[in-house]
Structure formats: structure tokens, C-alpha cells
């Protein structure tokens, strides 16, 4: 008898893309299962449709997720890993980090064919702390505003304004969306000028974690170099707490069992950007992200305190 599984999945044009690709790869894994895809709004949903500048909370993309697994209404949830708080909720796990996405940062513009091309004094819309910190550091003549809404919205804000020089958004999202070469200038920002959001690119899978059948189905969906990369950026961006700052980037990358992490975090009361690296064995993805955080506190003369991420 075929049992039935139900996938969570936020309402986005960009989230409907990912929840379809993991349906696609469980159907391709097993025919003991049907699966259908149950797809919900979230609180961040709204408030990126609003364009409010204040975020209402940590976890505004995935909470509601969350409550539709612990009651049971759907059984698992597909997330982008950068949303995702670091500290789950008692009774649920990631079950699966799969394959990634190129987690690099681009530059999006009408005219501009990259950031280095802008006039002096050009207006950039940025609607990240941590993409505005570290380009305002390759070019402090920059102005910025902000924008906000899914990239859809982003896109055709930036073709209604072309007093903007241009933006900067995931190159996950946009390759997955296709919209890559859509009448705009793209140009790839290298990890050593910016580093992107923790677990960007990734995309998690969650679920109960006393559903031992369908966490042994998720795990062959399981990339093991894209789980140690996240499992180190988040233990950083955990490892950062609250208190003195603003924004934080952080990129992992496993060859060979071998982990070389990077991360930054622009310091308010210092108004600068501290930067290092860390590097290990990949089962040590933990306490190496870990570590990088508290090597780059210490010499920003910052020390951790509790609480969760930032961007």
C-alpha cells in the first residue's frame, strides 16, 4: 500500500521551484511513498510584500513551517538553509542538506555591466546589512537605499527606477528562477570581495525528529559536502550571538574531506568589517565554524553572548 508523504513549502514563485525539485528526487528515490506538496504563507512572506524595513522576528520564514510539522499537518519542510534559525525547535531536524547551489552574491544592473563601472556617488539598492557592509568596503563612494520583496520583485523594482545603479541578489535563486540574462547586466562577485549569507545556496530538508522512516528516506537525498559547509557556517553565525553586530557572511568549502572556511562580521562600534579563516578536517565542520567565530570576536574585541543569528 502506497503511503502518503506531505511536503511544506512556502508560497514564492522561488520556494515552489525548490519544494518541486525535492518531490521530483523522492519520487525518483522510492515508489512505496506518494508525495504532494502543501504550500503555506509565511509571516516573512508578508512582510517582504509589505516592504517593511523592520524584520518582525527571527525565523519569519519558517516558523508557520514549523508548527505545520509539529501538528502533523505536513511531514516535512523544505527550507533555504539561510533562513532557518539556528536553534530548531525541540522535536525537529534537518534531515538532509542537499546538493548546493553556487552560493555566490550578483550583481544586478540595466546598465552597469558590474560594480566597478558605477559613476561615483551611484545609489545601490540593498535590502541586506551584510551585501551593503561589504560592497560599501570595495567602494565607500557607493550610496545605497533599500529594496525588499521576492527577486521578482526586486527585478522589476530595479527596472522602475533608473536612478538605481543596481542591486545585489543570490545566484542561487536567480539560476534556479532562470532569469539569468533577462535584459539585465549580471557579474559574479568572487568569495574574496563578498561572502554570502550563511547556508546560502543550500536548501534543507526538516522534519520530526521520532520519524525515523522518513528521516532514512531524506538521507539519500543528503549531500555530505554541503552539510559540513552549512553545519560550519551556522555553527559561526551561532557561535556570533547578539551584541556588537550588524551583519555577518560566511562561506565553507570541503575538497577531499578538507574544510576551509571564511567569515566576516562588520562591527558597529568599530564601523568596520573583521574577516578570517579556518581550516580542518570536515567532520570537524562544528567546532571549526566555531572557532573562526571566536577568533574574529576576540580580535574585534567583541566577546559572545547568547542568542541567535543575524541576517
Known amino acids: 500500500m502506497t503511503r502518503s508523504l506531505i511536503i511544506g513549502s512556502r508560497r514564492s514563485g522561488l520556494a515552489r521551484i525548490q519544494a518541486e525539485r525535492v518531490k521530483s528526487a523522492l519520487e525518483g528515490l522510492s515508489t512505496e511513498w506518494s508525495f504532494a506538496i502543501s504550500f503555506l ?12 524595513s523592520t524584520l518582525p522576528g527571527k525565523g519569519i520564514f519558517t516558523k508557520e513551517l514549523e508548527s505545520a510539522l509539529l501538528r502533523r499537518e505536513i511531514d516535512i519542510a523544505v527550507h533555504s538553509m539561510k533562513d532557518l534559525a539556528t536553534e530548531l525547535p525541540d522535536g525537529l531536524r534537518i534531515a538532509a542538506v542537499s546538493l548546493r547551489e553556487d552560493a555566490r552574491d550578483v550583481w544586478v544592473s540595466r546598465s552597469f555591466p558590474d560594480w566597478d563601472a558605477l559613476p561615483p556617488g551611484s545609489t545601490v539598492a540593498i535590502g541586506s546589512p551584510r551585501r551593503m557592509r561589504q560592497l560599501h568596503g570595495l567602494r565607500s563612494d557607493l550610496s545605497f537605499c533599500e529594496i525588499r520583496g521576492n527577486v521578482d520583485t526586486r527585478l522589476r523594482k530595479l527596472e522602475a527606477n533608473p536612478n538605481w545603479g543596481g542591486t545585489v541578489l543570490a545566484a542561487a535563486g536567480l539560476k534556479r528562477l532562470g532569469v539569468l540574462g533577462r535584459g539585465f547586466c549580471f557579474a ?11 547556508g546560502q545556496g543550500a536548501l534543507g530538508i526538516e522534519t520530526r525528529g521520532e520519524d525515523e522512516e522518513i528521516g532514512n528516506l531524506l538521507r539519500r537525498l543528503h549531500d555530505d559536502a554541503a552539510g559540513w559547509e552549512v553545519t560550519a557556517e551556522r555553527a559561526f553565525l551561532r557561535s556570533l550571538g547578539g551584541g556588537c553586530r550588524s551583519a555577518v557572511g560566511a ?44 577568533e574574529i570576536l576576540n580580535e574585534a574585541g567583541c566577546m559572545p553572548k547568547s542568542g541567535g543569528g543575524i541576517e
Open 41 to 52: 504563507e509565511t509571516s516573512g512572506d508578508r512582510w517582504s510584500e509589505r516592504g517593511e
Open 188 to 198: 559574479f562577485f568572487p568569495f574574496e570581495a563578498m561572502l554570502p549569507a550563511p
Open 251 to 294: 562561506k565553507a568549502s570541503v575538497q577531499r574531506r578538507e574544510l576551509v572556511m571564511d567569515g566576516v562580521i562588520w562591527v558597529e562600534t568599530a564601523g568596520r568589517n573583521y574577516r578570517g579563516r579556518a581550516t580542518g578536517r570536515a567532520e570537524d565542520a562544528e567546532a571549526i565554524g566555531k572557532a573562526l567565530a571566536e
